[in-house]
């Protein structure tokens, strides 16, 4: 038996491999370009002023008097700081700001989220009255205040006292404090408060247990704001400090100006290093808390 061979196959047609597509080159996004340089620029002009101030801190008196004030040190000495404590009376200056600091800030945030959560959360007749009085409060210079708080302080003997800075420090603060807590408390939904309400919680436990936890945030943008007014503050305890026990640190770098107005400038710097380094501190630490504060409640409102 003859088989029949099977026809030859015929060769695939080899289908050549299609070319890359060439790449296109990404255009360099302007907007994003000009962002990046207009941010470097920023910090370029906030860091120099604080780099500028530490060196200069550094300097010998005889270097920076002799010398151009913008260059850098010939030599770096410390002996500006020893002299900063031994010319002025630093140490109680910066305790004194202290607690200023913290008593005025003790009551922003108390008497801000009581008032932002009895005018947003409770509610009642004239509420967003209320609140417009507040926020007219933002506008109202310190200044009108200086001669009535004055007389009144000298009839109750609240001059030359810690009292006599941190009630209108915290008074002037207040509206601020309140704008930012009212605002963040409108993000927070009413059915919370409404469950907390059927399970029998009162508005007192609710401000403790809902509220207040909520708030850290906020708290921390605040306290960090009203901390550089507070810190810096100069009016006041110009005018109700008396005593050299009670000064606070722009008062106590007054102790550097000589005789006819001459000024030890690199134990000035040297100081002026030391009191602003807590306020750096904290705002290292806790810049994502602010930001996350300043977003939550003050973008709304």
């Known amino acids: 038996?003859?088989?029949?061979?099977?026809?030859?196959?015929?060769?695939?047609?080899?289908?050549?491999?299609?070319?890359?597509?060439?790449?296109?080159?990404?255009?360099?996004?302007?907007?994003?370009?000009?962002?990046?340089?207009?941010?470097?620029?920023?910090v370029i002009v906030q860091v120099y002023p604080l780099a500028w101030l530490f060196l200069t801190s550094l300097r010998?008196?005889?270097?920076?008097?002799?010398?151009?004030?913008?260059?850098l040190p010939s030599s770096l000495t410390w002996e500006n700081y020893a002299r900063a404590f031994e010319t002025g009376n630093l140490g109680q200056n910066i305790l004194n700001s202290f607690v200023v600091t913290m008593g005025a800030n003790v009551l922003i945030v108390l008497l801000g989220m009581m008032a932002a959560y009895a005018i947003q959360v409770l509610g009642f007749r004239f509420s967003k009255l209320v609140r417009g009085l507040f926020l007219i409060g933002i506008i109202v210079p310190v200044q009108?205040?200086?001669?009535?708080?004055?007389?009144?302080?000298?009839?109750?003997?609240?001059?030359?006292?810690?009292?006599?800075?941190?009630?209108?420090?915290?008074?002037?603060?207040?509206?601020?404090?309140?704008?930012?807590?009212s605002s963040f408390y409108e993000y927070i939904p009413?059915?919370?408060?409404?469950?907390?309400?059927?399970?029998?919680?009162?508005?007192?436990?609710?401000?403790?247990?809902?509220?207040?936890?909520?708030?850290?945030?906020?708290?921390?943008?605040?306290?960090?704001?009203?901390?550089?007014?507070?810190?810096?503050?100069?009016?006041?305890?110009?005018?109700?400090?008396?005593?050299?026990?009670?000064?606070t640190i722009p008062l106590g770098l007054q102790n550097y100006i000589g005789a006819m107005g001459k000024v030890d400038w690199t134990a000035t710097f040297a100081a002026v290093c030391v009191t602003i380094t807590p306020l750096l501190l904290v705002f290292l630490v806790l810049n994502k808390a602010m930001i996350q504060g300043l977003e939550s409640g003050a973008t709304k409102g």
């Open 60 to 71: 010998s008196e005889h270097d920076f008097a002799t010398g151009d004030p913008f260059a």
């Open 190 to 247: 009413k059915e919370t408060y409404e469950a907390a309400s059927l399970d029998g919680a009162g508005p007192y436990r609710i401000f403790g247990l809902i509220t207040l936890p909520l708030s850290l945030n906020t708290v921390v943008t605040v306290v960090l704001v009203n901390s550089i007014f507070i810190w810096n503050d100069f009016i006041f305890a110009n005018t109700f400090v008396l005593s050299e026990e009670l000064k």
């Open 1 to 42: 038996m003859i088989t029949q061979a099977a026809p030859p196959s015929r060769p695939s047609a080899v289908v050549p491999p299609r070319p890359a597509p060439p790449r296109r080159r990404r255009r360099p996004d302007l907007f994003r370009t000009l962002s990046r340089v207009l941010v470097m620029l920023i």
């Open 144 to 181: 009108i205040a200086l001669v009535p708080l004055f007389i009144d302080y000298s009839k109750v003997d609240l001059l030359d006292t810690y009292q006599s800075m941190i009630i209108p420090l915290a008074g002037f603060s207040l509206p601020m404090s309140v704008y930012l807590f």
